[in-house]
C-alpha cells in the first residue's frame, strides 16, 4: 500500500475526468488522475473531437478553394490534396492539445497515475503500470472513464478495411468508395470529411432519418443539404453482415422491417453507430457499485453510486455522451467534494454536428414537445434572407425557436446553417437564464451578423419578423 494519501482520485482523464481533477485542485483538494494512455485528453482530444474537427476545418478549406473560391472573384491554380500534410495537421492540434493538459495538471498540481486504475474498494485504487501495480488510497472517488465504439455484430472492426472513428481520422489514402454505417454525428462528420477529398460516400442507417435525436425537420433538411454534397444515404436499412476477404468491403444489406438483401461494396467502411460506457476491468461490481441495464453507472443528484465516496461522470452515466456535459459533471462534483454546490442543468446542454453548414440544438425538439403535452409557438428565420449570410455565400438552412405558448419562454432551439455551433451559445445562455423569446427579440444584435437570424427568429415567434 503506497503512503500516498489524497482527497480525490479520478479514473480516466478526458474532458470530464481532466476538468474534474484540475477543479478539485483548484479547490484546495489534494488530486490524481489516473490515465492509461501515453497522452492526456482521452478519446476526445486523442482521436475523437479535437483530430475530426481539424480533419473537417482542413477538408473544408480544400473543397473551398477546389470548387468555391471562384465565386467571391478569386481565381486559383491547380489544387491538389495533400493527405500527408493534411494528417500532419491533425496530429499537430492533437499533441498541443494533449500537452496543453498536462501543462495545466503541473501548473495545478495533480498528480498523473500512469496506467489502469481499478476500484480494489471504496477508498482504495490500484494502479496498473508497465512498473508493475501499486495502490493508493483517497477519501473519493470518481469514475470518468467515458466511452467506447459500439460494435455491430457481424462487421468485425479491424482499423484497416472496417474501421472506427479511430481509424477513419487515419486513412493514409482516399477510399475510391466509402461506406457509413450509422447517420448520427460521427457517420456525418467523417463522411462529409472523406467525401470532400473525393470519396464516393453512402449512408446506411437504420432508423428512417439522420441525425435521429435531432429535431425531425432539422434531419430532414440537414439530409437534403448532404445528399447535395455527394453523400447517398440508404435509409430504414440494416447491416447483416460483412466480408472483408477480398481486396475491398463487401456488405449485406437488408430493409430494418424485413426483405431482399442486397450488396454494398466499398474500399472502406466506417462502423458508427454510437457509443457504449467504458465500465469493464473497473472493479466497479466487486466494489458494489450498481450498474443500470446499459452498464452504465448510476448515481444520485450528486454524482455519487450507491456506494458512498465512488462518484460517476460522464459517458459513463445516463444522459448525452458529449465532452461538455461531461466537463460540467466534473466541475460539479468537484464542488461538491469541497462542500460547494455544484449542479448541472441538463435542460441548457446544447449538441452540435460540425458538418458544413453546421447544426447545433439545445433544449427540447418538436417531436420531445408534442409527446410531452407541450403546447408552444414557433419562430424561424431562413438564412437566405440574411444579408451576412448571402455575403459569404452560405445561406443554406435556418434558425427555429421554440417557446411555451403561455409564457413564452423558449424551450429549444435548433439551427441549421454556417458557424451554428458558435451560435447555440447565445441560445444555452439564454436558456440558463430563463429567456423567453421576446427577452431575445429586444436584445440589439450586431449588423451585418449571422446571429441577426436568431433575432429575426425570436420576433417569428410572435408573427413579427421585420425581414421576410
Same mark, same amino acid.
Given at each position: 500500500?503506497?503512503?500516498?494519501?489524497?482527497?480525490?482520485?479520478?479514473?480516466?482523464?478526458?474532458?470530464?475526468?481532466?476538468?474534474?481533477?484540475?477543479?478539485?485542485?483548484?479547490?484546495?483538494?489534494?488530486?490524481?488522475?489516473?490515465?492509461?494512455?501515453?497522452?492526456?485528453?482521452?478519446?476526445?482530444?486523442?482521436?475523437?473531437?479535437?483530430?475530426?474537427?481539424?480533419?473537417?476545418?482542413?477538408?473544408?478549406?480544400?473543397?473551398?478553394?477546389?470548387?468555391?473560391?471562384?465565386?467571391?472573384?478569386?481565381?486559383?491554380?491547380?489544387?491538389?490534396?495533400?493527405?500527408?500534410?493534411?494528417?500532419?495537421?491533425?496530429?499537430?492540434?492533437?499533441?498541443?492539445?494533449?500537452?496543453?493538459?498536462?501543462?495545466?495538471?503541473?501548473?495545478?498540481?495533480?498528480?498523473?497515475?500512469?496506467?489502469?486504475?481499478?476500484?480494489?474498494?471504496?477508498?482504495?485504487? %490500484?494502479? @496498473? =503500470?508497465?512498473?508493475? $501495480?501499486? #495502490?493508493?488510497?483517497?477519501?473519493?472517488?470518481?469514475?470518468?472513464?467515458?466511452? &467506447? +465504439?459500439?460494435?455491430?455484430?457481424?462487421?468485425?472492426?479491424?482499423?484497416?478495411?472496417?474501421?472506427?472513428?479511430?481509424?477513419?481520422?487515419?486513412?493514409?489514402?482516399?477510399?475510391?468508395?466509402?461506406?457509413?454505417?450509422?447517420?448520427?454525428?460521427?457517420?456525418?462528420?467523417?463522411?462529409?470529411?472523406?467525401?470532400?477529398?473525393?470519396?464516393?460516400?453512402?449512408?446506411?442507417?437504420?432508423?428512417?432519418?439522420?441525425?435521429?435525436?435531432?429535431?425531425?425537420?432539422?434531419?430532414?433538411?440537414?439530409?437534403?443539404?448532404?445528399?447535395?454534397?455527394?453523400?447517398?444515404?440508404?435509409?430504414?436499412?440494416?447491416?447483416?453482415?460483412?466480408?472483408? %476477404?477480398? @481486396? =475491398?468491403?463487401?456488405? $449485406?444489406? #437488408?430493409?430494418?422491417?424485413?426483405?431482399?438483401?442486397?450488396?454494398?461494396?466499398? &474500399? +472502406?467502411?466506417?462502423?458508427?453507430?454510437?457509443?457504449?460506457?467504458?465500465?469493464?476491468?473497473?472493479?466497479?461490481?466487486?466494489?458494489?457499485?450498481?450498474?443500470?441495464?446499459?452498464?452504465?453507472?448510476?448515481?444520485?443528484?450528486?454524482?455519487?453510486?450507491?456506494?458512498?465516496?465512488?462518484?460517476?461522470?460522464?459517458?459513463?452515466?445516463?444522459?448525452?455522451?458529449?465532452?461538455?456535459?461531461?466537463?460540467?459533471?466534473?466541475?460539479?462534483?468537484?464542488?461538491?467534494?469541497?462542500?460547494?454546490?455544484?449542479?448541472?442543468?441538463?435542460?441548457?446542454?446544447?449538441?452540435?454536428?460540425?458538418?458544413?453548414?453546421?447544426?447545433?440544438?439545445?433544449?427540447?425538439? @418538436?417531436?420531445?414537445?408534442?409527446?410531452?403535452?407541450?403546447?408552444?409557438?414557433?419562430?424561424?428565420?431562413?438564412?437566405?434572407?440574411?444579408?451576412?449570410?448571402?455575403?459569404?455565400?452560405?445561406?443554406?438552412?435556418?434558425?427555429?425557436?421554440?417557446?411555451?405558448?403561455?409564457?413564452?419562454?423558449?424551450?429549444?432551439?435548433?439551427?441549421?446553417?454556417?458557424?451554428?455551433?458558435?451560435?447555440?451559445?447565445?441560445?444555452?445562455?439564454?436558456?440558463?437564464?430563463?429567456?423567453?423569446?421576446?427577452?431575445?427579440?429586444?436584445?440589439?444584435?450586431?449588423?451585418?451578423?449571422?446571429?441577426?437570424?436568431?433575432?429575426?427568429?425570436?420576433?417569428?415567434?410572435?408573427?413579427?419578423?421585420?425581414?421576410?
Amino acid at each position: 500500500m503506497s503512503d500516498t494519501q489524497y482527497d480525490l482520485v479520478v479514473i480516466g482523464a478526458g474532458p470530464g475526468g481532466y476538468v474534474c481533477a484540475i477543479r478539485a485542485a483548484q479547490l484546495g483538494l489534494r488530486t490524481a488522475c489516473v490515465e492509461m494512455r501515453g497522452t492526456l485528453g482521452g478519446t476526445c482530444l486523442n482521436v475523437g473531437c479535437i483530430p475530426s474537427k481539424a480533419l473537417l476545418t482542413a477538408s473544408e478549406k480544400y473543397e473551398e478553394a477546389k470548387h468555391h473560391l471562384g465565386a467571391f472573384g478569386v481565381k486559383v491554380g491547380s489544387v491538389e490534396l495533400d493527405l500527408p500534410g493534411l494528417m500532419a495537421h491533425k496530429d499537430g492540434v492533437v499533441k498541443s492539445n494533449t500537452q496543453g493538459i498536462e501543462f495545466l495538471f503541473k501548473k495545478n498540481k495533480v498528480a498523473w497515475l500512469r496506467g489502469r486504475g481499478v476500484v480494489k474498494a471504496p477508498g482504495v485504487v %490500484s494502479v @496498473e =503500470g508497465e512498473g508493475g $501495480t501499486s #495502490e493508493v488510497t483517497t477519501k473519493a472517488i470518481v469514475i470518468a472513464t467515458g466511452s &467506447d +465504439v459500439m460494435p455491430l455484430p457481424g462487421v468485425a472492426i479491424d482499423e484497416t478495411k472496417i474501421v472506427s472513428s479511430t481509424g477513419a481520422i487515419a486513412l493514409e489514402s482516399v477510399p475510391r468508395r466509402f461506406a457509413v454505417i450509422g447517420g448520427g454525428y460521427i457517420g456525418l462528420e467523417m463522411g462529409s470529411v472523406w467525401a470532400r477529398l473525393g470519396a464516393q460516400v453512402t449512408v446506411v442507417e437504420f432508423l428512417d432519418r439522420v441525425l435521429p435525436g435531432m429535431d425531425g425537420e432539422v434531419s430532414k433538411h440537414m439530409q437534403r443539404v448532404m445528399a447535395k454534397q455527394g453523400l447517398t444515404f440508404k435509409l430504414s436499412t440494416k447491416v447483416v453482415g460483412a466480408d472483408a %476477404s477480398g @481486396e =475491398g468491403v463487401r456488405l $449485406t444489406l #437488408e430493409p430494418a422491417a424485413g426483405g431482399a438483401q442486397e450488396t454494398l461494396e466499398a &474500399d +472502406v467502411v466506417l462502423v458508427a453507430i454510437g457509443r457504449r460506457p467504458y465500465t469493464e476491468g473497473l472493479g466497479l461490481e466487486a466494489a458494489g457499485v450498481v450498474l443500470d441495464e446499459r452498464r452504465r453507472v448510476k448515481i444520485d443528484a450528486h454524482f455519487q453510486t450507491n456506494v458512498p465516496g465512488i462518484y460517476a461522470i460522464g459517458d459513463v452515466v445516463a444522459g448525452p455522451m458529449l465532452a461538455h456535459k461531461a466537463e460540467e459533471e466534473g466541475v460539479a462534483v468537484a464542488e461538491i467534494l469541497a462542500g460547494q454546490a455544484g449542479h448541472v442543468n441538463y435542460d441548457a446542454i446544447p449538441g452540435v454536428v460540425y458538418t458544413w453548414p453546421e447544426v447545433a440544438q439545445v433544449g427540447k425538439t @418538436e417531436e420531445q414537445l408534442k409527446a410531452e403535452g407541450i403546447a408552444y409557438k414557433v419562430g424561424k428565420f431562413p438564412f437566405s434572407a440574411n444579408g451576412r449570410a448571402r455575403a459569404m455565400n452560405s445561406t443554406e438552412g435556418f434558425v427555429k425557436i421554440l417557446a411555451d405558448k403561455t409564457t413564452d419562454r423558449v424551450l429549444g432551439v435548433h439551427i441549421l446553417g454556417p458557424d451554428a455551433g458558435n451560435m447555440i451559445a447565445e441560445l444555452s445562455l439564454a436558456m440558463e437564464f430563463g429567456a423567453s423569446a421576446e427577452d431575445i427579440a429586444r436584445t440589439s444584435h450586431a449588423h451585418p451578423t449571422l446571429t441577426e437570424a436568431i433575432k429575426e427568429a425570436a420576433l417569428a415567434v410572435d408573427g413579427r419578423p421585420i425581414h421576410i
